[in-house]
């Protein structure tokens, strides 16, 4: 695992950076894909894990998280507006060909949500913040105390063809509603933090490259 911060740290996997999972104290966000419950698991031995969190019900974030509780025999928590998803009683969303080709590539099964989340709940230091549009209950994970931000899927920082970082919104093809995730990606502005670490690429340790981006959205 990659130290990110204080009690923060980034799992690994192959090729990097391009699905992420990490640690807050005891808490894992996210779970990549099905397939990767074996280096999940190997990152993990040896820790304690009180509970695994989502930051949204996409197959590539929720993929090993049933796997992962039943391991550690630990609830699954997620925001209030994508329990149904994650719990398998609604479809995913957007619901189109693409989300559905890619849950059934990557997607884990349907599992039981033992926490809801919602805005301004605390886990391992970190305020749950709703940040909705890519899905409905999208949210980002924010500690004041040194302004580290799990962002999720708001913004990526890779380009998924080259490998190269640099953000980037997710294509509309993949948001639930692609508006309102803009408007989610300026609340990620608005936290000012001071790093963020995304679903997909590396963490951003440069905020003023991200003031930048939100200043060129609003032009």
């Known amino acids: 695992m990659i130290p990110i911060a204080d009690s923060v740290w980034q799992l690994t996997g192959y090729p990097a950076h391009y699905v992420n999972s990490y640690l807050l ?39 090993s998280a049933k796997a992962v509780c039943a391991k550690f025999g630990v609830p699954l928590a997620c925001h209030n507006e994508d329990v149904a998803c994650v719990e398998g009683r609604m479809p995913m969303l957007p619901h189109n060909r693409l989300l559905r080709l890619g849950q059934w590539l990557w997607a884990g099964p349907p599992c039981e949500v033992g926490r809801v989340l919602r805005d301004g709940d605390i886990i391992a230091g970190f305020r749950v913040v709703h940040a909705p549009g890519h899905t409905p209950g999208h949210c980002m994970f924010f500690r004041e105390s040194d302004r580290v931000c799990i962002a999720g899927d708001v913004l990526a920082n890779i380009n998924v063809v080259t490998g190269k970082p640099g953000l980037r919104q997710p294509p509309p093809m993949f948001s639930a509603d692609a508006a309102q995730n803009r408007r989610s990606i300026r609340l990620l502005a608005d936290l000012h933090p001071s790093i963020v670490c995304f679903g997909h690429g590396p963490p951003l340790r440069e905020p003023q490259l991200l003031m930048q981006y939100v200043a060129a959205l609003r032009r």
Do not use: K, N
């Open 25 to 63: 104290e005891d808490i894992l966000i996210d779970a990549a894909t099905r397939w990767a419950s074996g280096r999940i698991f190997r990152q993990l031995r040896g820790r304690c894990v009180s509970m695994v969190a989502l930051t949204h019900c996409h197959p590539d974030h929720q993929g």
